[in-house]
């Protein structure tokens, strides 16, 4: 089968750094994608890895390893406006129609307090 | 300019009746999608087209019928509607290339009484 695992719900305190955690086991790997959901709005692209190693953008940053079927969000400097869901999505190995897919996490819901 | 938009934002109806949602983008992209994201914040694929072609179609009870009039519009027509058809619809549009990402619609909020 296919599965992402990430956990359901962190805090953390303004202007720390914060982990999200995301495992994975699908059929074929081409890709790792982060995407942000504030409440209430659409999802929103953060990030993409495909070979192993850290990705860094501004703030944040993302992390592959894929003989571990393994990524982080990295967060620095947590902000109030960080508080939202952020969703790992893996693109898996095409299908009988030759179409790659979309596997996607529910989503860690992210809390920052002041 | 909105670059993937979606009407209407917000839907209330009554069981039975049948509803759609339009989708439109500006972004010249070839691939569109329909997305359900339900009450708990899973995002469920239900359709992709390419180029007005159908490509991907999950297990959706036919009741829901996407259609593609071009690449720039893909539209969901729903008939008989249920209580657990209650969802936000998304509408996402494909960049063809080395990433692949999505971009979304802000989303259609379907709300069965």
């Known amino acids: 089968g296919q599965n992402i695992d990430q956990p359901t719900e962190m805090t953390a305190t303004e202007g720390a750094i914060v982990q999200i955690n995301c495992t994975y086991q699908?059929?074929?790997?081409?890709?790792l994608f982060w995407y942000q959901q504030h409440a209430g709005e659409a999802p929103t692209f953060l990030s993409y890895?495909?070979l192993d190693g850290l990705e860094e953008k501004g703030r944040f940053s993302s992390f592959l390893s894929r003989s571990k079927g393994y990524s982080y969000l990295l967060l620095k400097e947590l902000q109030m406006k960080d508080s939202a869901s952020y969703l790992c999505?893996?693109?898996?190995?095409?299908?009988?129609?030759?179409?790659?897919?979309?596997?996607w996490g529910l989503g860690t819901s992210l809390g920052v307090n002041p | 300019d909105t670059a993937v938009s979606q009407t209407p934002k917000y839907l209330v109806t009554q069981m039975g009746n049948d509803k759609s949602i339009k989708c439109e983008q500006n972004?010249?992209?070839?691939?569109m999608y329909w997305y359900k994201q339900d009450s708990k914040k899973f995002l469920k694929i239900m359709f992709s087209?390419?180029?007005?072609?159908?490509?991907i179609n999950e297990t959706v009870p036919n009741r829901f019928s996407p259609k593609s009039p071009d690449k720039a519009h893909l539209n969901l027509h729903i008939n008989s509607l249920e209580l657990g058809d209650s969802a936000v619809y998304f509408c996402?549009?494909?960049?063809?290339?080395?990433?692949?990402?999505?971009?979304f619609g802000e989303g259609s909020r379907l709300t069965v009484l």
């Open positions: 699908t059929s074929g790997f081409n890709g």
């Open positions: 972004l010249g992209h070839d691939t």
């Open positions: 999505a893996v693109k898996a190995r095409r299908n009988a129609g030759n179409n790659r897919k979309l596997i």
């Open positions: 890895n495909v």
């Open positions: 087209y390419n180029n007005k072609e159908l490509i």
């Open positions: 996402a549009s494909q960049l063809t290339g080395r990433t692949g990402e999505l971009f």
